[in-house]
């Protein structure tokens, strides 16, 4: 089975502090993916990476810069994080030639 | 640009009824694949099904039924005989084939709550 693994289930953060939400996957997937999921508004692709070091915008960037120094691993960064920011975020991963995404569990994070 | 509509935010049943969920998507690719997944209360998101555009046959798994159906861009998905696990919020997606990263469009949304 494939494993995606986020590094907490829950994080509380300040205004204006630097934050990494950690990702790994355990299927030697090429792609990655960075999602926030909002009430009524479903999953929304902030990130992915389709190799390392490589990246790619998604729907909604902005405030958001992403890591990806090893195949298993895709960070989420948030620069400076504000109270927008709280949400809950959605890793997932998928094979080259498939189209099925993995998912994390999710990790909430309040920014107060 | 791609859109997934989910017009349901919320269906309440006593179990044993059946349920539909309706999905209703935009896309101008003529090759693209459309999802649903499950969230139970743990967060997780679990794979249900993938269908391609090419292939409008209907799909049953168990108590688990999907109508695909192109004329109306939609893609149904009905729960016979409802249980209390399956209490979730449900995700219909669709990938074009040609979107960078085979990306996923979500819908917003439909959490079904199943009372014993």
């Known amino acids: 089975d494939v494993k995606v693994t986020q590094s907490s289930r829950y994080l509380v953060k300040r205004t204006g502090e630097k934050v990494f939400l950690e990702c790994v996957q355990d299927?030697?997937?090429?792609?990655m993916f960075w999602y926030r999921q909002d009430p009524g508004l479903g999953l929304r692709l902030i990130y992915f990476?389709?190799?390392?070091?490589?990246?790619e915008k998604g729907d909604i960037p902005e405030g958001y810069s992403v890591s990806r120094e090893k195949k298993e691993r895709f960070s989420l960064i948030l620069e400076s994080a504000s109270t927008n920011q709280t949400s809950m975020y959605l890793c997932a991963s998928r094979a080259s030639g498939s189209y099925e995404q993995y998912f994390g569990p999710g990790t909430r994070l309040t920014v107060t | 640009a791609q859109k997934v509509t989910q017009a349901q935010t919320e269906i309440s049943v006593v179990e044993k009824e059946d349920v539909t969920l309706d999905c209703v998507y935009e896309?101008?690719?003529?090759?693209?694949?459309l999802f649903w997944y499950k969230q139970p209360p743990s967060g997780e998101l679990v794979f249900l099904i993938r269908r391609n555009s090419f292939d409008e046959q209907n799909e049953i798994s168990g108590r688990y039924s999907w109508n695909f159906q192109k004329s109306t861009s939609s893609f149904n998905f009905t729960i016979t005989a409802s249980q209390v696990v399956d209490s979730a919020v449900y995700f219909c997606?669709?990938?074009?084939?040609?979107?960078?990263?085979?990306?996923?469009?979500f819908g917003g949304g439909t959490r079904v709550l199943v009372k014993p």
């Open positions: 896309t101008r690719d003529t090759t693209y694949y």
């Open positions: 990476s389709y190799d390392v070091k490589m990246k």
């Open positions: 997606a669709l990938s074009e084939a040609e979107a960078a990263g085979n990306k996923l469009t």
């Open positions: 299927m030697d997937h090429e792609n």
